[in-house]
């Protein structure tokens, strides 16, 4: 896929899904399936983080003079930032807002800065160009809104 269908697909899912995400009940979308499993709050939540750490590596590493190393704990983020005790719909627009912020800055992003790469491994070095880490954020945004809205994508994600 092309940066410009990538940029086209986040915004249509961060359209589409938020609208949709709202609609959850907001017991079901707190309610943990077990107690140590992610709700669906605490998932999109993940996602927020996500999106928080991506945004960075689009930018840093379009400047960067070598590959910037941006890396995160998921578990600590989703922790820190406290999902569970933050409103619903305050949630879901902060994920709207730095999903839209991102389509914006792949748009803004020179083709030249496309095959610039960001270092994303906390123990080794693995380098991946930007554009790849654009379509590898869309294909994780599907894998983990699967988990919230269960079979709206068809999507292996490893």
Same mark, same amino acid.
């Given at each position: ?16 899904? /938020?609208?949709?995400? =709202? !609609? ?8 943990? %399936?077990? $107690?140590? *499993? ?6 999109l939540?993940?996602?927020?983080? /996500?999106?928080?750490? =991506? !945004? ?8 960067? %003079?070598? $590959?910037? *190393? ?31 912020q ?41 894998h ?15």
């Open positions: 896929m092309t940066m410009k269908g990538t940029i086209t697909e986040l915004r249509k899912i961060t359209t589409d899904y /938020s609208s949709k995400i =709202n !609609l959850i009940p907001d017991k079901e979308f707190s309610a943990k %399936p077990l $107690p140590n *499993k992610w709700s669906k709050k605490e998932v939540g993940h996602l927020i983080d /996500s999106a928080q750490n =991506n !945004l960075r590596r689009f930018i840093c590493g379009q400047y960067e %003079p070598t $590959p910037p *190393k941006i890396v995160y704990e998921q578990d600590h983020w989703v922790t820190s930032n406290g999902y569970e005790g933050i409103d619903s719909k305050n949630i879901i627009l902060l994920w709207k807002l730095i999903n839209e991102i389509a914006t800055v792949l748009e803004n992003m020179p083709k030249g800065s496309y095959s610039k790469e960001c270092d994303t491994s906390r123990d080794s070095v693995s380098l991946h160009s930007l554009e790849w880490l654009a379509q590898d954020y869309v294909k994780h945004l599907k983990h809104l699967n988990q919230i809205i269960p079979n709206s994508f068809d999507i292996t994600y490893l």
